[in-house]
């Protein structure tokens, strides 16, 4: 697998200064003006669809303006959180945990919510070593790589499974082995089996390629931990950025939209697309094969993410409570039956 060209683990500071973007959280942006942020893997497809088909474009150009979308990759749901809070990006794609998290922490002020969801996909927690055959087998000798320590999906789904493992007051056991590592970095130390790390609470396509390493086996599967299909990766902004830009944003929406049912129907030409856009020398078949597995879906429907906001809140991770998944998303899917 070959990086982007964006480096992995950037500070807000650090993307700013790459994109040579300001800082200033209260200066709105003009319209068609959109800086977006991804990070690693299938799971952000549909971003790279809109980006190769020029889809935020196709759409401002229907709306009366030009849209000029500015993309970065970041390294985890934390330094995702930081850069938009900092101003150097509009949008962000990261899991259910680190959305929850900046929820909370601006209810009342930038009022951060999703926008959607980006894909509903099962992610593993592998290792390397033979001796972990459940959660119970971790010892201190053992360090589990995951995108950003106790914020990631990763991090708040290895706490349910710890809760339900080991009891509710047990919930964060397992933290103090888990360190913060890009997928990337943490796919190769895990199959180089460097000892840099010995598990990796990791996503498509990169749970899928250690898997076909010898001596890597699944340990949890976080569909089994959450009782079924999740979204595992959301796309989200601040309120002040939807509203003072209602033509930018509904393109993107729309752009969203269109992208998902692209995949849905085009899952050859996806496949392709995510080759493509992140310059990757993967096998296709292995790609397509993810794509067409039924587990996954791009729909932007958001799935079981109540599963985490009650149980943050129960922990005393988060302090406001949501009454449903839809306090923490803006009203465009409302109607939809999610959950």
Same mark, same amino acid.
């Given at each position: 697998m070959?990086?982007r060209e964006?480096?992995?683990?950037?500070?807000?500071l650090a993307? &700013?200064?790459?994109?040579?973007?300001? *800082? /200033?959280?209260g200066?709105?942006?003009?319209e068609?003006?959109?800086?977006?942020?991804? !990070?690693?893997?299938?799971?952000?497809?549909?971003?790279?669809?809109?980006?190769?088909?020029?889809?935020?474009?196709?759409h401002?150009?229907?709306a009366g303006?030009e849209?000029?979308p =500015?993309?970065?990759?970041l390294?985890?749901?934390?330094a995702?959180?930081?850069a938009l809070? /900092?101003?150097?990006?509009?949008i962000?794609?990261?899991?259910?945990?680190? $959305?929850l998290?900046?929820?909370?922490?601006?209810?009342?002020?930038?009022?951060?919510?999703?926008?959607?969801?980006?894909v509903?996909? +099962?992610?593993y927690?592998?290792t390397?070593?033979?001796?972990?055959?459940?959660?119970?087998? *971790?010892?201190?000798n053992?360090?589990? &790589?995951?995108?950003?320590?106790g914020?990631?999906?990763?991090?708040?789904?290895? !706490?349910i499974a710890?809760?339900?493992?080991?009891? !509710?007051?047990?919930?964060?056991?397992?933290d103090?082995?888990?360190?913060? $590592? +890009?997928? +990337?970095?943490?796919t190769?130390a895990l199959?180089?089996?460097?000892?840099?790390?010995?598990?990796?609470?990791s996503?498509i396509?990169?749970?899928?390629?250690?898997?076909e390493?010898?001596?890597?086996?699944?340990?949890?599967? /976080?569909?089994?931990?959450?009782?079924?299909p999740a979204?595992?990766? &959301?796309?989200?902004t601040t309120?002040?950025?939807?509203?003072?830009? +209602?033509?930018?944003?509904q393109?993107?929406?729309?752009?969203?939209?269109?992208?998902?049912?692209?995949?849905?129907?085009?899952?050859?030409?996806a496949?392709?697309?995510?080759? @493509? =856009?992140?310059?990757?020398?993967?096998d @296709?078949?292995?790609? $397509?094969?993810?794509?067409?597995?039924?587990?996954?879906?791009?729909?932007?429907?958001? !799935? @079981?993410?109540?599963?985490?906001?009650?149980?943050?809140?129960?922990?005393?991770?988060?302090t406001n409570?949501?009454e449903?998944w839809r306090?923490?998303?803006f009203?465009? $899917?409302?109607a939809?039956e999610?959950?």
């Amino acid at each position: 697998m070959r990086r982007r060209e964006f480096t992995h683990s950037v500070a807000a500071l650090a993307i &700013a200064t790459t994109l040579g973007l300001g *800082f /200033s959280t209260g200066a709105a942006r003009a319209e068609g003006q959109i800086r977006i942020a991804e !990070q690693y893997g299938i799971s952000y497809l549909a971003l790279h669809v809109i980006r190769d088909q020029k889809l935020l474009e196709k759409h401002g150009e229907a709306a009366g303006i030009e849209i000029t979308p =500015v993309w970065a990759q970041l390294g985890g749901g934390a330094a995702s959180n930081d850069a938009l809070l /900092s101003g150097s990006v509009d949008i962000v794609s990261a899991g259910i945990g680190p $959305l929850l998290t900046i929820w909370d922490r601006t209810h009342g002020n930038a009022d951060v919510k999703a926008i959607a969801s980006l894909v509903q996909a +099962p992610f593993y927690l592998v290792t390397n070593n033979r001796n972990v055959k459940t959660l119970a087998d *971790f010892t201190e000798n053992d360090k589990i &790589a995951l995108p950003s320590v106790g914020v990631s999906v990763q991090a708040r789904t290895l !706490q349910i499974a710890a809760a339900k493992e080991f009891g !509710q007051e047990n919930f964060d056991r397992l933290d103090n082995l888990t360190v913060t $590592l +890009p997928h +990337p970095d943490a796919t190769q130390a895990l199959i180089s089996n460097s000892g840099a790390i010995t598990a990796h609470f990791s996503s498509i396509p990169f749970h899928d390629r250690a898997l076909e390493t010898e001596g890597v086996h699944k340990v949890l599967d /976080s569909y089994e931990v959450l009782g079924g299909p999740a979204t595992s990766v &959301a796309i989200y902004t601040t309120t002040a950025f939807r509203e003072d830009n +209602p033509l930018t944003y509904q393109a993107f929406v729309d752009a969203l939209d269109e992208a998902a049912t692209f995949i849905e129907n085009n899952k050859e030409e996806a496949a392709d697309i995510y080759l @493509r =856009v992140n310059n990757s020398q993967e096998d @296709r078949d292995f790609i $397509l094969s993810i794509l067409n597995d039924p587990q996954i879906s791009f729909d932007p429907t958001p !799935q @079981r993410t109540e599963v985490y906001a009650d149980f943050l809140h129960e922990v005393g991770a988060l302090t406001n409570q949501a009454e449903s998944w839809r306090d923490y998303f803006f009203d465009d $899917l409302h109607a939809r039956e999610g959950s």
